[in-house]
Nanobody, 124 residues
């Protein structure tokens, strides 16, 4: 059974940092791309960042470039999202997702498996 479990969310002040984790199980981790997405109340889901676990290539949305960093620890089947210089507009539920084709995208449609999400709240 494929499982993705996010953790690390919480309440942080503007300018603060959080590190989200996405622990994966039930599939061959190295064959997949893992993406982070977020959804704020009343807004559409937004692609944040993705990583190809096979070679470590990444891409991120312009809104988070220079502030968020995605990485993976293949030995632990875990992907991280380091979030620095957080802003109120980063407040959302953050989800990780797995793309079995392994390509990676900021579009959610090609992701087959999703975690349950973790709340990130940035207070001003």
């Amino acid at each position: 059974e494929v499982q993705l479990v996010e953790s690390g969310g919480g309440l942080v002040q503007v300018g603060g940092s959080l590190r989200l984790s996405c622990a994966a199980s039930g599939f061959t981790f190295d064959d997949y791309a893992i993406g982070w997405f977020r959804q704020a109340p009343g807004k559409e889901r937004e692609g944040v960042s993705w990583i190809k676990t096979s070679d470590g290539s990444t891409n991120s949305a312009d809104s988070v470039k220079g502030r968020f960093t995605i990485s993976s620890d293949n030995a632990k089947n875990t992907v991280y999202l380091q979030m620095n210089s957080l802003k109120p507009e980063d407040t959302a539920v953050y989800y990780c997702a797995a793309d079995s084709e392994g390509w990676g995208s900021l579009t959610g449609l090609q992701y087959h498996y999703w975690g349950q999400g973790t709340q990130v709240t940035v207070s001003s």
